[in-house]
């Protein structure tokens, strides 16, 4: 299947600090990507939708201000987090759609994870 | 909200088939059921999706009702490495529509 890499894997900040998460497909084109935020013991939630060219859509209850979101190439999206907290420690993973996506199925490959640490 | 209803965990002995069921009674006509794993601190792992027909691959096997208001995905001989968080979700099948995932089953699998 398709693989979608995310760099960093793991990162530890501290307080105040912004930290950037890279979420690429590397085999395909990916106009619409999704990040999701996990939490120890639950399970994936919806951050946002992330469209190349255009705005991201953000999940109700998330700051669009804090998680800054950027689609910058049909391969690449990548998750700010703004003047992170320890409340911010989470496990982010991304996820692309890949196929023909109005006129056929298709399926969503995700990322391996970064899971962020704020001191 | 995910409209799907898991058991929130199972056992299951190395070598036997693994049963996992999951409820969807207010799937549409349009939707599948797809079914996806999480092995520890990893990114969720495609497993089998299916519309109405019962499906099959490498991994699984998917088992869906005439009335397609439940499934079951089979592993049919589970090992230690299918220990994991295992999620049925239903969606569309076309479009750029995100996966909502629910809580899953979490599948020991013991030697």
């Known amino acids: 299947g398709a693989v979608v890499s995310q760099h960093p894997s793991r990162v530890i900040c501290k307080s105040g600090t912004s930290v950037k998460i890279e979420c690429r497909s590397l085999?395909?084109?990916?106009?619409?990507m999704f990040w999701y935020r996990q939490f120890p013991k639950q399970s994936l939630m919806l951050m946002a939708t992330?469209?190349?060219?255009?705005?991201?859509?953000?999940e109700q209850g998330v700051e669009k201000d804090k998680f800054l979101i950027n689609h910058a190439s049909l391969t690449l999206s990548t998750l700010t987090v703004t003047s992170a907290h320890p409340e911010d420690s989470s496990f982010y993973i991304c996820?692309?759609?890949?196929?023909?996506?109005?006129?056929?199925?298709?399926?969503?490959?995700f990322g391996p994870g970064t899971r962020l640490t704020v001191l | 909200d995910a409209k799907t209803t898991q058991p929130p965990s199972m056992d299951c002995a190395e070598g036997r088939a693994a049963n996992l069921p999951c409820n969807h009674s207010?799937?549409?006509?349009?939707?599948?059921v797809y079914w996806y794993r999480q092995i520890h601190s990893q990114g969720p792992q495609y497993i089998i999706h299916?519309?109405?027909n019962n499906e099959t691959n490498e991994m699984a096997s998917l088992i869906i009702t005439e009335d397609r208001k439940s499934s079951t995905l089979i592993l049919p001989h589970a090992t230690l490495r299918d220990t994991a968080v295992y999620y049925c979700?239903?969606?569309?099948?076309?479009?750029?529509?995100?996966?909502?995932f629910g809580k899953g089953t979490r599948l020991s699998v013991i030697a």
């Open positions: 992330s469209n190349e060219g255009s705005k991201a859509t953000y």
């Open positions: 996820s692309a759609p890949q196929g023909a996506v109005a006129y056929s199925y298709n399926e969503q490959f």
């Open positions: 299916g519309l109405k």
């Open positions: 979700i239903v969606r569309v099948g076309v479009g750029n529509t995100p996966l909502v």
């Open positions: 207010t799937i549409s006509g349009n939707e599948y």
């Open positions: 085999d395909f084109q990916a106009t619409t």
